[in-house]
């Protein structure tokens, strides 16, 4: 099946970009009176019919629409610290698209060596990868910000930086009851370190005892999260977790975590 | 901690191969006396003396030994068709290795468009993964069968190609009750047609009643399995199971399958 993604949709018409228009009349050779798919990023599916086949901008009317289509049952939010090498974050973020996100936010810990982050290139792998894995919904990137900072924001329950952009599609973020009993969502930092006042829990428990369906996970850099980083997010009610025995690198250990909260919601 | 990895340990006695011992003794400046850790690709540390720094050849004799060093509570064999593009089997290959893999049989289906396997790459990026998550077993790769000669291979409960090569670590294969009842492994094949004689169980499910720990699991290629491949594993006593809702791409398919099993055993 063939997407194409357009966030130029309205009142029954639906404009493609450039790229995606180059793409639909000169790679695919489509002409007007033809049928494409059309997502808008935000969960829907567009059948449309061509109206126009300029290669610079197609046009096209909307037939029908399907609202939340290829969504979950859950809404995960990933804090992720960027890694040393850009391919591996953005590998990340392509499985972790495939499998189920709506959020990903770029956290730059005490420890992180890289500090810098291309939103743009990282929200044009999550668009493709929306389009190959048929969902209608591209996940949000934020602007990157500290872990500090990151954690500040959630304290109040309404995340950082989740408006504007295309919006995650499935679930309601902060309308359901979360882990910290505030009614945000259920927050959870994986780290590695031991630290004997706060034992970490096994994330697939703390998953599983959690009724709600709104989840956030704050993964660190390769140098791991300071500890004042882990104090500040145990302080504003993170549940520190562990993903089992094995020394993960940074994204494999946040595409296990949207594994688990995957597994977490499969019926 | 720095890992080097050898196969020639006997009596005590433990080389390096040329390439170990360019990176011990010239980027690392190790020399005589120093102690340096080794794994045996079957599960083993070794904490050794060196007692010649040669960069061609360190020799080091055995202090301490740390059987089932980094091991895991199950035994999985990942039989994965090739993908179009190598970078993304290389990729699950590093990633299952983290997480937890014992054995990985490259499998060439009806519907391949990949037909050729290198395996000695392979085996060269999983020795590096288990070295980088701590692990003392490296995962086995098989040469490439075509899937049907690896489900014949398997229907007589011995593996295909399970002998040789750096042995897996944990887990006993063969030894205990497999999800068949012939006392084989639990076979699992995931395939994304429906057939409705066969329908296919979700995964986590057909874990979580399986009180063995030896797990084989069938993927199929970018074209999915041809439908006699499907019935011939089912034939031989392949369970067929899926993934959940979301549509993944191969190698996201196999690194999945790798996640649930390691959350059925994560204490």
């Not at 939340?68 to 590998?91: Q, S």
């Not at 709104?214 to 500890?227: N, Q, R, T, W, Y």
Request: net charge negative.
């Amino acid at each position: 099946m063939e997407l194409f993604f357009s966030s130029d949709i309205e009142g029954g018409l639906c404009r493609l970009d450039k790229d995606e228009s180059g793409h639909c009349v000169k790679v695919l050779r489509h002409r007007t009176g033809d049928e494409i798919s059309v997502i808008d990023g935000c969960g829907t599916l567009y059948s449309c019919r061509i109206t126009s086949d300029s290669p610079k901008g197609v046009e096209a009317m909307v037939l029908e629409e399907t609202p939340d289509w290829g969504g979950h049952p859950y809404r995960l939010h990933m804090a992720v610290c960027p890694t040393k090498n850009n391919d591996r974050y953005e590998w990340f973020v392509e499985k972790a698209c495939e499998i189920g996100l709506d959020e990903v936010s770029p956290v730059i810990g005490e420890h992180s060596e890289r500090r810098v982050f291309k939103t743009a290139r990282v929200e044009k792998i999550l668009v493709s990868a929306a389009k190959q894995s048929l969902k209608g919904a591209v996940p949000v990137v934020n602007e990157p910000v500290s872990v500090k900072e990151f954690i500040g924001g959630m304290a109040d329950g309404s995340g950082v930086g989740s408006v504007g952009g295309m919006a995650g599609g499935s679930g309601a973020g902060g309308s359901k009851a979360g882990g910290d009993g505030t009614g945000g969502p259920l927050k959870l930092i994986a780290y590695c370190f031991e630290d004997e006042r706060v034992p970490r829990r096994n994330i697939k428990e703390v998953l599983g005892g959690y009724e709600g369906s709104d989840v956030v996970v704050l993964i660190g850099p390769e140098g791991d999260f300071s500890k004042a980083e882990a104090e500040l997010a145990i302080q504003n009610g993170f549940i520190p977790v562990h993903l089992g025995d094995s020394r993960l690198r940074t994204e494999t250990a946040a595409l296990t975590a949207v594994a688990a909260v995957y597994f977490r919601y499969m019926v």
